[in-house]
């Protein structure tokens, strides 16, 4: 179980985190 949560909030963080960093260089731009 803690091995899936800890797989399921790394998938949400690296599907977050690109989508905020696109989200600013795009600001940015």
Known sequence: MIL??????AL???VLLPVFVNAENRDNR
Do not use: Q, R
């Open 4 to 9: 899936e949560h800890e797989s399921l909030t």
């Open 12 to 14: 949400m963080f690296n």
